[in-house]
């Protein structure tokens, strides 16, 4: 069974600091995803890895995929107000080319304050 | 062009009835699913549609639980019976290869009184 944990669960930072969220995963698979959450709302994708090594970046926000090391992190440059909400790395149960549906952390929920 | 539908967008029922929840793909997307999201709690998979091939539905989690494709394009998703831990926010996604990233609606919120 596909396992996916992140960490932390809750943070807390002030406006223009750094900070990585981490994404371990317990099987081999072909594609991990971030995704974004605003209260009362769906989600939002931000990333999609899709290789060891990838790594994509927009605006604050870059994300890193580490195959051998189950491994994702989400790396937050300079904080501000409105990257406040919840992340989500959800990867897929299927590894082999085709596709299957996500397995989710449990969401980091991010509060960034001036 | 038009991102994923899903309808209704809230539905207040009472235990014991069967409810009929609509999901609406990006079109031309091949692909189908449906997550259910517990206040404050991570998603959770149910179902997964690939073009005409058998769904996955390893993760309905019992039999009150079902769901249908037409084709490529219209789901939906019945509950039967309903209990009050049926009471849920329920997603659907669509998904097109090579990437297969999951494109959202906007939700149905399940309240089962």
């Known amino acids: 069974e596909l396992k996916v944990e992140q960490n932390p669960l809750f943070l807390s930072m002030q406006e223009g600091k750094n900070y990585t969220i981490y994404c371990n995963y317990s099987?081999?698979?072909?594609?991990l995803y971030w995704y974004r959450q605003d209260p009362g709302k769906s989600l939002e994708s931000l990333f999609v890895?899709?290789?060891?090594?990838a790594v994509k970046q927009e605006g604050r926000l870059m994300a890193s995929l580490d195959t051998k090391a189950r491994l994702s992190t989400l790396h937050i440059t300079a904080a501000v107000h409105d990257l406040s909400a919840t992340y989500f790395c959800?990867?897929?149960?299927?590894?082999?080319?085709?596709?299957?549906?996500?397995?989710f952390g449990k969401g980091t929920h991010l509060i960034i304050q001036p | 062009g038009a991102g994923v539908s899903q309808s209704p967008s809230n539905k207040v029922t009472e235990k014991g009835k069967d409810v009929e929840l609509r999901c609406d793909p990006i079109?031309?997307?091949?692909?189908l699913y449906w997550y259910r999201q517990r206040l404050g709690q991570g998603l959770e998979f149910l179902i997964y549609?690939?073009?005409?091939?058998?769904?996955?539905k390893s993760g309905l989690p019992s039999d009150r639980f079902s769901a249908e494709r037409t084709g490529e394009s219209v789901s939906t998703l019945t509950i039967q019976r309903t209990q009050q831990e049926d009471s849920a926010v329920y997603l659907c996604?669509?998904?097109?290869?090579?990437?297969?990233?999951?494109?959202f609606g906007p939700g149905t919120r399940l309240t089962v009184t």
């Open positions: 890895l899709l290789s060891n090594g």
């Open positions: 959800a990867v897929d149960m299927y590894s082999g080319g085709g596709a299957d549906g996500l397995t």
């Open positions: 996604a669509s998904s097109l290869y090579p990437t297969y990233e999951q494109y």
């Open positions: 079109s031309g997307h091949t692909a």
């Open positions: 549609f690939q073009g005409n091939s058998a769904p996955d």
């Open positions: 099987t081999t698979s072909d594609r």
